[in-house]
């Protein structure tokens, strides 16, 4: 095993600067290894029974079309960190008994910090600023064991465990900033890490058994701060300020178990994601209450945005003369069944996807209009799947099961903003949006067949709790247009086919569930604060529940004497709602009116669900 903590720290405390040019403070991973994960693998010979990362992604994890689950290897080498456990035993006596077991452990703390603060009231003064922090690492695990004896049993087992605990953060607080030139302020924090682990097993004899896991764990954070700091962009220079975080990371588990035996074989493969990868923009007031203040950006852009790949896969392959018994279990989690909704963005058990501007003053002195944006998008990819593949002379027992289990919260918050300051007239915009537009893959497929009895079953499980909202509230909004939008429009395919053949009976079936209880909300307005909003065009406050999920079960059963029996069900439960509101006794909306404003409905009603069983 293998425990890594490397922490990567820029700061600039307590900086002054009379007139500078460009600023830049960085805590990144360097580009100086050449290497792909595939190529490492590879090269190192860590390959358990042939199961290579991109085929098993591409054969089972995805779809094919504009639906499919992509995931890229190209240029992931800034940070390489690989741990891998194998062992092979072969005994050639016809009483040995054959066995095998590896296991490779990480424990990973991979953290990345860029910071600007201010303690003593000093003052920068520079053409402009960048802050930035990001992770570009490759975390490879791979645990794979293999047992092949001419005795009475073999036995062959394989774990694979990565625990990672990553912090991705740029932040600026209490500082003062004067920007002279035309290209602003950069703060940003990404990730593009690659996690991925591997487990196998093979296992040969006249009885043989077997069982491969892999299992990663997830308590990652990627942060972008602006807290209690005051921006003097100059009068018309036309410079931006942009506060962003991303997460664009790979996290896959592949696990495959492979067992042949003369009289006996059982096998089953693991393979689980469980974790959360958060994503925060955040412009908000310091720690002692000091609100931030920017004046005359051109552009003022808040934004947090996950684009990241989850994949889980397990497959099992069991072959015996007598008796074969296998199955794949397959679980995705993102965030936490035990989610509590009363907490905080910072300790909840949701994932967060999470934009907000708060406690601050907005002043827009330029000739020409201006922009505030705040959006929070999940464009998160998540592949779930799992298969069974048994046969036997006498009998074979095969099972499969994918599930896919989320608990996020993607959020857009304006809250307590003055933008009442300029001198004239409204000069910014100012358009808030929430969105989910992700993709969810689920897979169950079992395969049994023998000169007897075969029995096969494939269950296919989407849960979603995933919350959508955009919200206006509390302070002064003179702004030229207000858009408040919360839209929640994931692409859902759950599949469970079961398949069994048998000389006398086939027994199979397959069950593919989906349930949706997350809400979708966009608000302007609360019940406890005054919010003020002037607007020289329209004012929208809009949200849009637009999922698109095919549910499909099928069953085949064959018997060439005796019977055979399939059962297929395909289950839909959309429990969410989708609202909008307006509310206060102290909120007041004026608005002049401008263009037709058409909401984008990207689906057809009977589009919304599909079932197949």
Do not use: C
């Amino acid at each position: 095993g293998s425990f890594i903590k490397n922490n990567d720290s820029a700061e600039i405390i307590d900086l002054s600067v009379g007139k500078g040019g460009l600023i830049s403070n960085q805590a990144a991973d360097t580009n100086n290894l050449s290497k792909h994960f595939d190529q490492v693998i590879q090269d190192n010979g860590l390959d358990p029974v042939g199961v290579t990362y991109s085929d098993n992604v591409s054969d089972n994890a995805a779809t094919t079309g504009e639906n499919s689950v992509t995931i890229s290897t190209d240029d992931k080498s800034s940070t390489l960190i690989l741990t891998a456990a194998m062992d092979a035993v072969i005994s050639t006596g016809k009483k040995s008994v054959g066995g095998a077991g590896a296991a490779a452990v990480s424990t990973i703390d991979n953290d990345k910090r860029a910071v600007i603060k201010d303690k003593n009231n000093r003052t920068i003064t520079a053409e402009s600023l960048k802050n930035e922090a990001s992770s570009d690492a490759v975390l490879v695990n791979i645990a794979g064991g293999a047992a092949v004896s001419a005795g009475p049993f073999s036995g062959a087992g394989s774990a694979s465990i990565q625990w990672t605990s990553n912090d991705v953060t740029a932040s600026v607080e209490n500082a003062e900033i004067n920007v002279t030139g035309n290209d602003g302020v950069q703060i940003s924090a990404e990730t593009k890490d690659v996690d991925v682990n591997i487990s196998g097993q093979i296992s040969a004899g006249k009885n043989a058994a077997g069982l491969a896991l892999a299992y990663n764990h997830l308590n990652n954070n990627t942060e972008a701060y602006l807290k209690g700091t005051t921006l003097n962009f100059e009068e018309n220079a036309e410079a931006p300020l942009a506060v962003t975080a991303k997460d664009s990371g790979t996290v896959v588990s592949v696990t495959a178990g492979v067992g042949g035996g003369s009289t006996a074989a059982v096998q089953g493969a693991v393979a689980v994601n469980q974790g959360r990868n958060n994503v925060l923009a955040i412009v908000d007031e310091g720690s002692s209450g000091k609100r931030s203040s920017i004046s005359n950006a051109k552009s003022i852009d808040v934004s947090a945005k996950d684009t990241g790949v989850k994949v889980a896969v397990a497959g099992g392959l069991s072959g015996a003369g007598t008796a074969a018994v296998g199955g794949g279990v397959a679980y995705n989690e993102i965030g936490s069944w035990f989610a509590d909704d009363e907490k905080t963005e910072e300790d909840e058990k949701h994932q967060q996807i999470k934009a907000a501007l708060r406690h601050t003053d907005i002043v827009n002195n330029n000739t020409n209009n201006g922009a505030v944006s705040v959006t929070a998008e999940d464009k998160e990819s998540i592949g779930t799947a799992a298969a069974g593949i048994g046969g036997a002379g006498t009998a074979a027992v095969q099972g499969a099961a994918a599930t896919s289990v989320m608990a996020r919260k993607v959020g857009t918050e304006v809250f307590d903003v003055d933008m009442n300051g300029s001198k004239d007239k409204a000069k910014d915009s100012l358009t808030v949006k929430a969105e989910t537009d992700g993709n969810i893959f689920n897979n169950a497929i079992v395969i049994a067949g023998s000169g007897t009895a075969s029995v096969g079953a494939g269950v296919s499980v989407n849960y979603d709790g995933t919350d959508t909202s955009a919200s206006v509230s509390s302070g002064v909004y003179k702004v030229t247009d207000l858009d408040v939008e919360a839209a929640s429009r994931e692409k859902i395919m759950n599949i469970g086919i079961g398949v069994a053949a048998a000389g006398n009976a086939g027994i199979t079936g397959s069950v593919a569930v989906s349930v949706q209880t997350g809400d979708t909300v966009a608000q302007l307005g609360d019940t406890t604060d005054r919010t003020t909003v002037k607007s020289d065009s329209n004012v929208v406050v809009a949200a849009q529940s637009d999922r698109a999920i095919d549910v499909m079960a099928g069953a085949a059963a064959g018997a060439a004497e005796g019977a055979a029996v399939g059962l297929s069900v395909a289950v839909s439960d959309i429990q969410g709602s989708t609202k909008v509101l307006v509310e206060g006794k102290e909120t007041e909306v004026s608005a002049k009116g401008g263009p037709e404003v058409k909401l984008n409905d990207t689906l057809e009603d009977n589009q919304l669900i599909k079932d197949y069983s």
